[in-house]
């Protein structure tokens, strides 16, 4: 996006400050039920190994796969160290934030895919309303002017691909440890 898009942006939710409460709500709070359902997931499934004594086959993808996908993530984005959309161009982002560099690739859609995806392991529907969520919640990261599309279109790409890659074929993943 452009520097004109983004002051567009600006415009539209300064002059709808109803517009503006709601980008501001979904960018502060969509996050912590992605976030707050994930540890729930690990409990269920630990649960599941020593209280239920079955064995789900998903618990080591739950707790390594998306741990190995914010550790790879958090590597690139230090090598690639991209600007933010607010220091590129002469614009203040919607939502405060003073954190300089880092925005490529998104950290928080990686995040929330791969989460996302996790859940698919265990509830399709849960899963699917998660990436629904994730969708949504990368797009107030661009309107509020903290990240460029391409930075959490390559979040979200990001962790589609490591989570297909490593569930596909579980034996790569086993070999990795």
């Known amino acids: 996006m452009t520097e004109q898009g983004y002051k567009k942006i600006e415009s539209f939710f300064k002059a709808r400050p109803a517009a503006y409460s709601v980008l501001k709500f979904i960018y502060k709070y969509l996050p912590y039920p992605v976030f707050i359902g994930y540890p ?4 269920f499934e630990i649960w599941q190994v020593f209280v239920l004594k079955q064995n789900p ?4 993808k739950t707790l390594c ?5 914010f550790f790879a993530v958090t590597l690139l984005r230090n090598i690639v160290n991209a600007p933010r959309p607010y220091e590129k161009y002469n614009i203040s982002p919607l939502i405060k934030k003073d954190t300089v560099g880092h925005s490529f690739p998104s950290r928080h859609s990686t995040s929330v895919f ?5 859940f698919f392991y265990v509830c399709v529907p849960l899963g699917v309303f998660l990436l629904f969520l994730g969708v949504i919640m990368c797009a107030s990261r661009v309107l509020a002017g903290v990240h460029f599309i391409k930075d959490v279109t390559a979040g979200a790409l990001f962790a589609i ?3 297909l890659m490593f569930s596909i074929n579980s034996e790569i993943f086993l070999s990795i440890f």
């Open 40 to 43: 729930m997931l690990i409990a």
């Open 57 to 60: 086959p998903a618990l080591y």
């Open 65 to 69: 796969i998306p741990a190995i996908t």
């Open 114 to 118: 791969i989460i996302a995806i996790t």
């Open 161 to 163: 691909l490591f989570g």
